[in-house]
């Protein structure tokens, strides 16, 4: 298995391991939901008040001292760090043909080296990424509030790996053109003129990224546990979501390689975010349905309008 398909491969399996822990009662209240949702579903997953200790099962033991590893909610901003870091280590990696760069490409199988990347696409979707990075290391200070909440630690674990993967996805289908020659920031011509995709899809990120930062505002400015009322949210339950599939879409048909529609390495990206937050904002909508009543979300959206 060359770079390529082993960085697609981390991505799909990631996918599947989220799936597979948010498909059984048992497992979902466990290991998937978390703050004040982690106590709504646990109690909708089980109304029964749960049996002795000395009466579970060595399974159930083990679930629940693997449950037990926590972290503080706020650890989520470890999560933007990291993309950020991560944006500067492989753009400059990229730019300079640094070893670790070329541990990475060097081992991309001859038949995945074209098509490629242009070089001004690798470097418009890193700088996209550490933009995108940035915003949510930025958001994540400027809209923290205190709280007890917890978060599981496979949880926060798998986030650091999304980010660190995406370090690599950004630009790994390019490594046929990155290879060629020594590059440098001359190769960048900003006198060329975008073409339709890039005409289209990059207004497409930024207006996804703009919609994304109003709906975090507006959270933010919300009492706890408060029904957002805000119109992004009337047809929606978790816009944000929305906006965060747009984005990491956007990216994935910027990042085209020559004569392809889309980079299929940031659709496995796209798949992992598309389902982790899918299964995030339908544990958002039981959880407004037990706090404010089923009428309060009848008719919204959970996140992609429709169609979930």
């Known amino acids: 298995m060359d770079a390529i398909?082993?960085?697609?491969?981390?991505?799909?399996?990631?996918?599947?391991?989220?799936?597979?822990?948010?498909?059984?009662?048992?497992?979902?209240?466990?290991?998937v939901a978390y703050g004040a949702r982690a106590t709504s579903t646990s109690q909708a997953d089980s109304p029964s008040q749960p049996p002795a200790p000395a009466s579970k099962s060595f399974a159930t033991r083990t679930m629940d001292s693997l449950a037990s590893f926590k972290v503080p909610h706020g650890y989520f901003t470890h999560f933007?760090?990291?993309?950020?870091?991560?944006?500067?280590?492989?753009?400059?990696?990229?730019?300079?043909?640094?070893?670790?760069?070329?541990?990475?490409?060097?081992?991309?199988?001859?038949?995945?080296?074209?098509p490629s990347m242009s070089f001004n696409q690798v470097?418009?979707?890193?700088?996209?990424?550490?933009?995108?990075?940035?915003?949510?290391?930025?958001?994540?200070?400027?809209?923290?509030?205190?709280?007890?909440?917890?978060?599981?630690?496979?949880?926060?674990?798998?986030?650091?790996?999304?980010?660190?993967?995406?370090?690599?996805?950004i630009w790994i289908e390019g490594t046929?053109?990155?290879?060629?020659?020594?590059?440098?920031?001359?190769?960048?011509?900003?006198?060329?003129?975008?073409?339709?995709?890039?005409?289209?899809?990059?207004?497409?990120?930024?207006?996804?990224?703009?919609?994304?930062?109003?709906?975090?505002?507006?959270l933010f400015s919300l009492k706890k546990y408060t029904l957002p009322t805000h119109p992004l949210f009337r047809g929606i339950i978790c816009p944000h979501y929305t906006a965060e599939c747009i984005i990491y879409l956007s990216l994935a048909l910027l990042a085209a390689p020559k004569g392809e529609f889309i980079n299929k390495t940031l659709v496995t990206c796209l798949l992992f975010v598309?389902?982790?937050?899918?299964i995030t904002a339908k544990s958002t909508k039981t959880w407004y349905m037990q706090k404010f009543g089923d009428e309060s979300v009848r008719g919204r959206w959970i996140m992609i309008p429709g169609i979930y």
């Open 5 to 31: 398909e082993a960085v697609r491969a981390l991505f799909v399996l990631a996918t599947c391991t989220t799936l597979a822990v948010s498909l059984p009662a048992a497992l979902r209240s466990r290991f």
């Open 80 to 114: 933007y760090v990291v993309s950020v870091l991560s944006s500067l280590f492989w753009t400059t990696q990229v730019l300079l043909g640094g070893v670790f760069f070329r541990a990475i490409a060097e081992r991309v199988a001859p038949a995945h080296l074209q």
């Open 123 to 169: 470097i418009l979707c890193c700088l996209l990424m550490l933009a995108q990075g940035s915003r949510r290391l930025y958001e994540s200070f400027l809209f923290a509030k205190p709280s007890s909440s917890k978060m599981g630690f496979a949880h926060w674990l798998m986030g650091i790996a999304f980010y660190l993967g995406m370090g690599v996805a």
């Open 176 to 218: 046929g053109n990155l290879l060629s020659k020594k590059l440098s920031f001359d190769d960048i011509k900003l006198s060329n003129v975008p073409s339709l995709r890039t005409f289209f899809c990059l207004p497409l990120f930024l207006m996804a990224s703009g919609l994304q930062h109003d709906c975090h505002h507006y």
């Open 274 to 278: 598309a389902v982790n937050l899918g």
